[in-house]
């Protein structure tokens, strides 16, 4: 079993920065890709931002593309998501997920494991 948990959530003024970090622990999980979707409320989950582990390409949203980066520390199985440049728009529940075969990265239902969701919420 893989468990993901996310930290970094919390309030934030429009302009601001977060970082969002993923650890995954459990037993050795060797993921393909690994990914940061978000849900507003009211809203249907949306895909924010996807590395691949064997040459650590990037996927972004275009809605995040020059604000965001997504990184990850293999050795540390952890996964992070600096947020710059934070809008009121970006207010949701986000979430990691882990896709262990190779695919396309930006579908949430392609993907194997998830964690819990973290809080980001941007005043303006």
Not at 46 to 53: L, S, T
Not at 77 to 92: F, G, H
Not at 102 to 114: H, L, M, N, P
Request: a positive charge.
């Amino acid at each position: 079993q893989v468990q993901l948990v996310e930290s970094g959530g919390g309030l934030v003024q429009a302009g601001g920065s977060l970082r969002l970090s993923c650890a995954a622990s459990g037993r050795t999980f060797s993921s393909y890709a690994m990914g940061w979707f978000r849900q507003a409320l009211g809203k249907e989950r949306e895909f924010v931002a996807a590395i691949r582990r064997s040459d650590s390409s990037t996927y972004y949203a275009d809605s995040v593309k020059g604000r965001f980066t997504i990184s990850r520390d293999n050795a540390k199985n952890t996964v992070y998501l600096q947020m710059n440049s934070l809008k009121p728009e970006d207010t949701a529940v986000y979430y990691c997920a882990g896709r262990i075969l190779r695919g396309a990265v930006i579908y949430g239902s392609e993907y194997d494991y998830w964690g819990q969701g973290t809080q980001v919420t941007v005043s303006s």
